[in-house]
Each structure stands twice: as C-alpha cells, then as structure tokens.
C-alpha cells in the first residue's frame, strides 16, 4: 500500500516538473545575463495556447501527429518574440524591469484568452503527446515507471539540464551571459556586447518558457483554459533564485515543487482527511519556506540582476 | 583577434568630450612614443580617465582624432582599441568576481573559442607563459574574489597583455595598494617598458618622478602642461597641477593631554568571514588630539572602526564614549552623543549617491528643528546650508541639486568632511580619508582635521599612508593582526621605527 502510495506520488511527480523546468532553466538564463524577467508567466500562457492551437486545428486530420510537434515549433517561436519584445523594452529602453514584466505577464495572460475564445470557444480536448516507454529502461524495477515511460517532452526536458549546465559554464556564449550579469563594464570593457548577449538570453529563455506553457496544454492538461498556467510562471521565477541560478539547483526545485504537488494529489485520492485547501497549499507553502531559508551565499548569483547597462552611466 | 602592429607613436590630436553640464575634456592634445611613460596627472574630476575612456574606445569622443603611426584611427567599441594594441586597466577592476583568472581573460580572447567549445586549456597556457614573461606571478585557476587587491591587479595586467596590448593604460594603479605592493609594482613596470608603452594616471607625484618620462597636467578637461618629468621637482608639479602652492598642512601643536573621550578597552569584534578581526583591542582617543592609526589594511582596521561607530556587534570589551558605556549602542545613539564618522567606503556608506548634493548634506541632521517642522522638511534652510557648506568646504560641483554619485571622488570627500565636521562632533573617526583624493583637496582636508583638533575634538585618523600619519598625528598607534602593537609619541616614531611594526615586529 504504502509501496504504491510512493510510487503513485513519485510517477506523477516526475512528468509535473517538467513545465516547471523548461520555463525555470530559461529564466535561469535571462537573470544569469542580468536580466529579471517576471512575464514568464505571460510567456507560458502564450505558449500554452498557441502550443495547443495546431494540435486543435490538425486534430481530426491525417496530420494529427503533426499538430503537437508543430505546437511546440509555434509556441517556441511565440516565446523568441515575446523574449525580443521584452528585450526591446527593458535592455533597449531600459524600462523597470519588475514593471515590464507584471505588464508582459497580463499581456500573455489577456491575449491567450482572448483569442482562445475567438478561435476555440469551449473547453476542448487534445489527443496530447502519448507515453514513449524507453525500451529496456523503463522495465528496471520501481524505477523504470518513475523515470522511463513518460512522453518524450520529458526526457527532453531532463535532457536540458546537463545541456544548460553545459551552455552556461563550457561555452563562450555561457561565459559571455554570466559576465553580463556580474559585471558588465567588465565584460564591455573586453569587448562583449552586453545588451546583445541579454538580448539572446532573453530569447532563449522566452523560448523555453514557451515550451513549458506547451508541455501544459498539449501533455499535462491535454486541452486549454484561461487559468491552465495558475501561476507556474511565477514558481518558476522562484526556483531560480531557489537553485542559485545552476542547472541542477533548478532542477532540484522544480522537482521539489512538483513532487509536493503530486503529494497532495495523492492525498485527495487516497481520501486521506486533510482539509482540501490545505492541500493545495502545501507546494506554495513550502517554495516561501525555502525562498526565505535559503537566503545566504549570493556571492554565485548575477549581482547585476535588474540593472540596464548604460556604457556612459556616471556611477 | 591577430597580433596588433606595433605602435611607435600615438597622437590625440583637440579631443573634446561633454557630459551634461560638463567639459570633461577640452581640445586635448598629446603623443607617446614607443618605449615611453607617459604620466597623466591632474586633480580629482580633470578629465584624465575621461581622455583614456576615449582612448580605449569606451567613449566616444564629440571631437578630435587619434592617430597611431600617422593613421587616423577611430575606435567604436573596446574591441577596436585592442586590435590596435591599446588595452586599459581601469581604477575600478574589470574582473567577474565569481569567475575563475582563465574565465576573465577567456573572456576577451576570441581567438580561443570554437562555436560551443571554450578552450580553457588554451588560454591558461597563455596566462602562464604571459605570466612567466613579464614575472607576474598569478595562480589561473583561483577565482578572482579569493584575489586580494595586489593580486588583482596582477591579473588585470596580465589580461591587458594577453590580449596582445602595445600601449597599456592604467587609470591610478596604485590607489588601492598596500605601499609594499605599490613598490612592487613600480618595479615591474620599469621592467615592462622594455617592450610596452605606459600611459599611467596617478595623483601621487612620487610615483610619477620614479616611473615617468614625460608627465602631461590637465586642469579643468584642458592639457596646462606637457614635458619631461625629470626637468620637475614634484612641488612644481603640484603646483602646475592646482594653478597654486600646495603646503600639505603639519600638526605643529603641543601634544596636550586631554580627558580620554573615546576608549576601546579588550574589544572583541568579529570580522565579515566570522573570525576575530579585533582580538583584545586597547585604544584611547583623547580630547584635541589626532590618533593616528598605522597598519597594513586588513589588519581590523574596518572593524574598529565600525565597531566604534555602532554598526558592528561586539562581541565582548566596552566601548566608551563621553565616559559613558556605550557598547553596541546604535549608529543612532553614537551620532547623538556626538560621534563623527567619515567612512572607508565613500561611495556606498558615505552618501546616497542618487540623492543630490544638498540632501546628502543632511543626512544626519534632517529630523532637527533645524531642518523640519516635524513632519515637512524645510527646503529653504536645506538650500541655504547646502550653499554655505559648498562655498566654506570648496566643494566643486555644478550645483546642489546635482546627484551626489556624480561627483569626483576628492569632492565627495569634501561633502562628508563638510557634513560631519559642521556637526562640531565631540569624536571623529576618519578611515582612510585622503585615499584616491588629488593633491589640493588632500591639503584641504588635513588643514580642516587639525583645525578640528584646535577647536578640542578628538580624532581617531586611520590611514595606510604613513605620510598622512606623521604629518597630522600627536600620538601613533600601530594596528597588527585584531591588536594595538605599540603607541609611539609623534616624536618618537620614525618612517622605519612604523615599517616594523606595521610588519608585526615589536622590538
């Protein structure tokens, strides 16, 4: 009983985090480049929608295993331009990033559900992506169901990690994004182009918010509606700052959060008497929880967070 | 980026640069020669680290040329003055901290990069072979936080090389040094000069005589002067410098024993990292008299003075003040009981830099029927203290209102010193009030310590400089590791008798 409790908690958990993760890791990326990017919420709706928009279209047809695939391209796309879009505001116009970013969240959030009236109306469903068990892995005892027999977005996802870390600490590009968050007169003053590494930063990151808001429409939930990201953006914001701006710190909080999440799934099915609101709470709870513990060692993050560059600024 | 070629001569030819209200640089002109040391020197707020923004391709410039060799050259971006072989190391480092020597330097060296794959390997293999070139010893491989300034500095240079530079630029190398380490740099340098040309900024004129061969004075953005150094005694140049005389200010007063008004006794403080960086402290500062403070920095003199301003938990010991037990009292109490306070950190403790001038004047005194009724702040009176304050303390800025960040660093001294000491405090502690100021506004400012001292304060001076110590001290407490070592009379100390203790020798 408890054996499957477990296991029933760690499954779902698992394909939970990976929204979660993708939009995280992308947010990684802008605050490592020095930028705060709080319309990643935004961000994910757009993607949601637009990711769920194709599959929607394509469902009855011959193309129907199209449709996610080209959802994906579309809501990765969506993501690059709302990315630029915030770029030009805050890196070219050197907008409050904070303010830019509650505006990009409404924006995402009002332009979504807009158009999914107009073009879709009701709620609907999608066929969604379908489990891929890895061969031969996924028949490892316990393991292989919690980890190796999701869709493949998930392995992706998890595939991203390495990759980041990767990205970020073995490449040019990676080293250019964390000068441009830490010092970037320093960076400047060796010739790197500050605002256009936050510039490529910032697209990147839209694009994996992008996805992540895909992976709830046409994975998770199967279907779209208005309030389908509940605030997964916002999460997603917070275990950045909850990983210390690493690849595996991220990953960590992502997992945390999400486990929380299938746990108190569990919980209502179970019937276990536990008022319900409660519940619901506990993943929230527990993300203030860490946020506020886990206040030292700033020194690894980006201490330029939040600030425009301006080469001619006096002090 | 390939190898620059070689540059026997640099020309600015009537560079000018404006900011928003002010000339920074005005119809500059100016040569180097390969081989040469060129010494920038000028008071705070001349233009010089303007001029070489420009020259290194920071800013751009409203008018004027740069030439190398007899060609024009025009420099958009950093990148373009490197490939030309200019390289600059800046007054504040530009160095990541949490990233490793390699990284910085792998930073700007474009040539080591294949797409997706950063050739670490290859560019610590050229800080090591740079490094053993010009004997500047650097480990690659420890993150720049864990440097101390020294070292730091070491890496900048050794980055500025690696990048292939013909002509370095170094804005005040030596302002943040230890003086040990400022003969030290002296030394390599000289050497360097055997392959590169120099263009250095500094206010230290003694400096200026040992390293350059030809020194170049701006004043007001505009070139006053341009010749050999050797032909110049280095009172000349100061004078050329401020357009007067300039008489560093002696304590020439009796030493009187006053009543001890400021005491430290076994003072325990604990540093940033948790250790005790104040280790069973004594230290009494008496009514009109300047105690100054010798030691090598890092030695708890931060500490002390934080502790004794109440910013700083004591862990055990009492701090006495007014014959009152004042230990861990708040900043607030401390500035009651009429405790000065100039700051090491000008920048971020002194003053709010984005508030203006006039605002950061009053810092201290904002909620006293002076300067408000209750609530409403009289602006009127702000207004007026500001402009007394400005015109007594010669501060130069181009009106109150102006933010205060946006001051040079010898004017933004004068604010604080103009702030604290219209205060009359009963106590000032003064940490390193001179360090990076120019030679007229260092006269300045000692005249107005000692005159403080005249008027019956006591000051606690704490200082590297051990000219500044001898110069303004009745009595001179030497610092070592958390401890005061010794306390000589101003009579008895000597140059040497300081050197030694400093080091830690005690007899």
Redesign the interface.
């Known amino acids: 009983m408890t054996h499957d409790l477990v296991y029933n908690i760690l499954s779902l958990g698992v394909p939970f985090s990976v929204a979660l993760l993708l939009a995280s890791l992308g947010e990684m990326f802008n605050q490592r480049a020095g930028v705060f990017n709080l319309g990643c919420e935004g961000i994910m709706c757009m993607g949601a929608f637009l990711g769920f928009l194709p599959a929607f279209f394509l469902k009855t047809g011959p193309l129907a295993p199209y449709g996610i695939v080209l959802g994906f391209a579309v809501a990765a796309a969506a993501g690059v331009a709302m990315g630029l879009l915030f770029a030009l505001v805050t890196v070219t116009f050197r907008a409050e990033q904070g303010i830019a970013g509650i505006g990009l969240q409404m924006m995402g959030w009002g332009v979504a559900g807009t158009l999914f009236r107009h073009f879709v109306g009701g709620v609907t469903g999608v066929e969604g992506l379908a489990s891929w068990p890895l061969p031969g892995l996924s028949r490892i005892p316990f393991l292989g169901g919690i980890l190796f027999n999701h869709n493949p977005m998930v392995y992706i996802a998890f595939l991203m990690v390495p990759a980041s870390w990767y990205l970020l600490f073995?490449?040019?590009?990676?080293?250019?994004v964390?000068?441009a968050g830490?010092?970037p007169?320093?960076?400047?003053?060796?010739?790197?182009?500050v605002n256009r590494v936050r510039y490529q930063a910032l697209m990147l990151g839209g694009a994996m918010a992008g996805l992540g808001g895909a992976y709830l429409s046409l994975c998770q939930a199967k279907m779209f509606a208005d309030d389908l990201v509940a605030g997964r953006g916002f999460i997603a914001v917070a275990l950045v700052y909850f990983g210390r701006w690493s690849p595996l710190g991220v990953l960590g909080g992502a997992l945390l959060f999400s486990l929380a999440q299938s746990l108190q799934l569990a919980i209502q099915v179970a019937g276990i008497k536990f008022p319900y609101e409660f519940a619901v709470m506990l993943p929230y709870v527990l993300v203030i929880l860490v946020l506020s513990l886990a206040r030292k060692a700033r020194?690894?993050g980006p201490?330029h967070l939040g600030v425009p560059f301006n080469?001619?600024m006096?002090? | 980026m390939a190898k620059a070629q070689p540059i026997h001569e640099l020309q600015l030819t009537g560079i000018t640069k404006r900011f928003p209200g002010i000339l920074a640089c005005n119809n500059v002109s100016m040569r180097v020669a390969r081989g040469e040391v060129l010494a920038l020197v000028g008071e705070n707020g001349a233009g010089k680290s303007t001029l070489m923004n420009i020259l290194a391709g920071l800013y751009q410039p409203d008018a004027g040329t740069i030439a190398i060799n007899g060609e024009e050259v025009r420099f958009h971006t950093p990148n373009d003055a490197y490939a030309r072989g200019i390289g600059m190391v800046h007054q504040n480092f530009m160095l990541v901290p949490n990233m490793t020597v390699t990284e910085n330097v792998a930073l700007g060296l474009k040539q080591h990069h294949r797409f997706m794959n950063l050739d670490l390997k290859a560019t610590r293999a050229r800080i090591v072979e740079v490094s053993e070139h010009h004997e500047l010893p650097v480990n690659p491989d420890a993150y720049v936080w864990q440097l101390s300034v020294g070292e730091q500095q070491r890496v900048e240079l050794i980055k500025t090389l690696c990048f292939g530079a013909q002509l370095l630029i170094l804005d005040e190398p030596t302002s943040a040094l230890t003086p040990q380490e400022t003969d030290d740099l002296i030394d390599r340098l000289k050497r360097m000069t055997a392959e590169l040309s120099i263009i250095f900024i500094s206010h230290k004129l003694q400096e200026v005589k040992e390293l350059s061969h030809r020194v170049a004075i701006l004043r007001h953005g505009a070139v006053v002067f341009n010749g050999r150094t050797e032909d110049h005694t280095p009172a000349e140049l100061a004078a050329l410098m401020t357009g007067r005389e300039v008489h560093l200010p002696r304590n020439e007063g009796l030493l009187v024993e006053g009543p001890a008004i400021l005491e430290a006794r076994d003072l325990k403080v604990r540093g940033d990292r948790g250790h005790f960086a104040l280790d069973g402290l004594n230290l009494e500062v008496h009514a009109g008299e300047i105690l100054g403070l010798a030691g090598v920095s890092g030695n708890g003199q931060r500490e002390l003075a934080e502790a004794l301003t109440g910013l700083r938990p004591v862990e055990s010991g009492t701090v006495r003040f007014l014959h009152k037990d004042m230990t861990n009292k708040s900043p607030a109490a401390m500035i009651a009981a009429g405790l000065g306070y100039i700051p090491e950190d000008r920048h971020h403790e002194g003053i709010v830099p984005r508030f203006t001038v006039k605002e950061n004047l009053v810092l201290k005194d904002f909620p006293t029927p002076r300067f408000s009724w209750s609530v409403v702040l009289k602006l009127g009176e702000i207004a007026r203290n500001a402009e007394s304050l400005k015109a007594s303390f010669d501060i130069r800025c181009s009106s109150t209102s102006a933010a205060g960040g946006s001051l040079s660093g010898g004017n933004i001294q004068k604010v604080i010193l103009a702030r604290e000491l219209a205060r009359e405090p009963k106590a000032l502690i003064s940490v390193y009030p001179t360090r990076g100021v120019d030679m007229g506004a260092q006269e300045f400012i000692h005249s107005q310590l000692l005159a403080r001292r005249r008027a019956g304060g006591g000051i606690l001076l704490i200082s590297e400089e051990l000219e500044e110590i001898m110069n303004l001290s009745d009595r001179i407490a030497v610092i070592y590791k958390g401890r005061i070592l010794k306390v000589l009379t101003s009579l008895e100390a000597t140059r040497e008798k300081l050197g030694l203790l400093m080091a830690g020798v005690a007899e």
């Open positions: 073995k490449t040019p590009w990676g080293l250019k964390r000068a830490t010092e007169r320093a960076a400047d003053s060796m010739g790197i182009n020194m690894r201490t080469r001619e006096r002090y």
